[in-house]
C-alpha cells in the first residue's frame, strides 16, 4: 500500500542487473571449477533460476547480501522440472549453457511475462546452426548434437536472449562463431566480460557483430554483476514523478543516456558523476514522444515506467513500443487511477491530467508494476497494489529504498481476499 505525495529525497544505491544475473548464473555450470559472483539482486527470479540449477545438483551458496559461490563440479544433466521453470522467462538461458557443457540440453518451454507471444524461434535457428537438431515435444524442447561446432548465425532481430543463447552455446565450440544483428544491450556484455574471465574468447559484445572463439576449457573466476539500468531507470522517474531530489549511487552512467536525456526532455534536472546520479524535478512536466528500441534506444523495459511520469505531464505524448507487441496492458490500471491513455496496437496516446487517485490496482507483469509505483507515489490518497509477486521478481527491497527516501508504502502479506460469493458457491 502507498500513500501518495510524498516527495522522495536522499540517497539509494541500486542493485545488480537482472538481466545480467540471469544469465551469468547459469553460465557458471559451463566450468568444472566453482565461481565467486557479486553484486547478485536479491530477487525472486534469481532465486529461482538458483534453485533450478540446485535442482541438478550444482551447489550455490549465498555468502552475505549479495554474493553466490557456484560450484557446479557435480553437476547432474537432469531436464528441470516444470513448476519451478515456468515461473521465469529467462529458464532458457539453461538450453545455452547446458549445450555450451553437455552438447545436449532439454528443458521445458518458457513461461515468463504475459505481455504478447514470447517466440524462441532466432534461439532454435542459432543452436542449428552450431549443429544442433532441436525438437519441442510435451512441452519441453530437446536440442542434441554430436559436437557444437562454430558457424556464423545471422539474427532475424537483435534479440537479447537469443544473443546470448547462442554465445552461452558457442564458447566451448570447436572453431569460430559469428553472431551478427546481435543485440547490444549493458548485460550481453556483462555476460561476456563474465566468460572472458572464466577463459573464454568473446569479442566485439556490445556491438552488432560478435565473435566467439571456441575454447577447450573455462576455469572458476569471481566477478562483480553491473547495475542495473533499468532499477535504476524506475527510481530516477520515481524521483522526478513526486517533485523530489534523489542521488542513485552505483550505477553506470553510460547505461542511462537515453534514460537521461527522456527525462531532461519532460523537464527533470538530471546531474551525472563518476558512479552516481542525480534527479531533481521542481517544475512542471512537459510532454514528450517516445519509441522504444534495442539498445542504445529508449529501452522497452522503461516503457511503462515512463508512461506513468507522461500520464501527469502537459500535453500529450506518444508513445511507441518498438520491441514488444502487446506491452500497453497496464495502462488499463492507470486509467483507473484517473491517467488518460488511449492505446492503439503498439501506439499510446497520453493526455497528460493534473493529479492521480489513488485506487485498488492489479500489476500484470513487472515493468507494469514498476509503472503502478510511479503512479501511486503521485497520486492523491491511498493505493493498494496487487499481485507484488511480480515486481519482487526484479526489485529487490523495493520498500526498504523507497521509504529511505521518504516514500509512504507498507507491503501487505496476506492471503488474496478469497470473494465470499465464491465460498458461498
Ligand atoms: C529480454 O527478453 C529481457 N528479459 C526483457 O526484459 C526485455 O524486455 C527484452 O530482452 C528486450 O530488451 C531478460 O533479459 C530475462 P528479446 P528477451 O529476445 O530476450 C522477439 C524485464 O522486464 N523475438 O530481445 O525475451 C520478441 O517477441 C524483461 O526485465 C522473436 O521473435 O527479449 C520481442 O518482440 C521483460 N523470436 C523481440 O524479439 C525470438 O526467438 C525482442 O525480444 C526471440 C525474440
Known sequence: MIDGRKKLKGKISVSGAKNAALSIIPAAILSEEPSIITNVPDISDVRFISEILTQMNVRIRKIGDDTLEIDPKNIKQKPATYDLVRRIRASY??????????????VPLPGGCNFGVRPIDQHIKGFTRLGASCKMNGGMISIKAKKIV???????????????????AAVKAEGLTVIENAAKEPHVVDLANFLNSMGADVRGAGTDMIKIYGVKKLKGTSYSIVPDQIETGTYMIAAAVTGGDVTIENIIPKHLEAIKSKLEEIGVKVTEKESSIRVVRKSQLNRC???????????????PQISALLALAKGTSIISEGVWDNRFRYTEELKRMGANISVDGKIAVIEGVNSLTGTTVKATDLRAGAALVIAALAAQGKTTIENTGHIERGYSKICKKLSDLGANIVKIDGEEPVLHLQKAL
Open 150 to 168: 562454430g558457424n556464423s548465425v545471422y539474427l532475424d532481430i537483435a534479440s537479447v536472449g537469443a544473443t546470448i543463447n547462442v554465445v552461452l
Open 289 to 303: 514522444n517516445i519509441k522504444t528500441m534495442p539498445h542504445p534506444g529508449f529501452p522497452t523495459d522503461m516503457q
Open 93 to 106: 538461458y539453461l538450453l545455452g549453457a547446458m549445450l555450451g557443457k553437455f552438447s545436449n540440453a532439454s
